[in-house]
T-cell receptor, first 114, second 112 residues
Framework: NAGVMQNPRHLVRRRGQEARLRCSPM?????VYWYRQLPEEGLKFMVY????????ESGMPKERFSAEFPKEGPSILRIQQVVRGDSAAYFC????????????FGDGTRLSIL | GESVGLHLPTLSVQEGDNSIINCAYS??????FIWYKQESGKGPQFIID?????DKRQGQRVTVLLNKTVKHLSLQIAATQPGDSAVYFC???????????FGEGTQLTVNP
């Protein structure tokens, strides 16, 4: 099954530590999107990337958050100096093209901050 | 059974009934719409999509209706099954960008 793969599925960090979330898109997909979901809420867009390029980061917090999608390897969402409010489910999606094509989602990383 | 999106976030139906889940979208520039199903502990699962040049599209047991005049989207599920129990989200996008904007979701519960 070549679905969107995210790891780890669960991640626990203490306040002030760094969190790294990984996403491997579906085979043949070159567009990657990250979304955040708080309990009982819908998904909120964070960032859209293509290989080696950030296309739209309008949903990313200005500080502590960064994302990359290198030429080789998975996309990485990095959160530095985590705080309690960063606790959420982080979902990655991929698509084959940018426009009018469905985004397919992974099962997410549940981030818990102690 | 029928829900009206944000005001009635839960919908309970009997197995075998038809379900209708509604969604009001906000951006008149949106021209691509998707319905997702999300089960507990999992990511959103694509159900069906529709472009703004259409007002109806059918899949297996599901139909999506789009009314651009009132900015309304609905998902109809025929012969609802217990396995259909989940949270259903509508999402919208504009052609000039690819970010999805999600609605807040409707919890569908199917009673056997």
């Amino acid at each position: 099954n070549a679905g969107v793969m995210q790891n780890p599925r669960h991640l626990v960090r203490r306040r002030g530590q760094e969190a790294r979330l990984r996403c491997s898109p579906m085979k043949g997909h070159s567009h990657v999107y990250w979304y955040r979901q708080l309990p009982e809420e819908g998904l909120k867009f964070m960032v859209y990337l293509q290989k080696e390029n950030i296309i739209d980061e309008s949903g990313m917090p200005k500080e502590r958050f960064s994302a990359e999608f290198p030429k080789e390897g998975p996309s990485i969402l990095r959160i530095q100096q985590v705080v309690r409010g960063d606790s959420a489910a982080y979902f990655c999606a991929s698509s084959s093209t940018a426009y009018n094509q469905p985004q397919h989602f992974g099962d997410g990383t549940r981030l818990s901050i102690l | 059974g029928e829900s009206v999106g944000l005001h009635l976030p839960t919908l309970s139906v009997q197995e075998g009934d038809n379900s209708i889940i509604n969604c009001a979208y906000s951006n008149s520039a949106s021209d691509y719409f998707i319905w997702y199903k999300q089960e507990s502990g999992k990511g959103p699962q694509f159900i069906i999509d529709i472009r703004s040049n259409m007002d109806k599209r059918q899949g297996q047991r599901v139909t999506v209706l789009l009314n651009k005049t009132v900015k309304h989207l609905s998902l109809q599920i025929a012969a609802t099954q217990p396995g259909d129990s989940a949270v259903y989200f509508c999402a919208e996008a504009v052609t000039s960008g690819s970010r999805l904007t999600f609605g807040e979701g409707t919890q569908l519960t199917v009673n056997p």
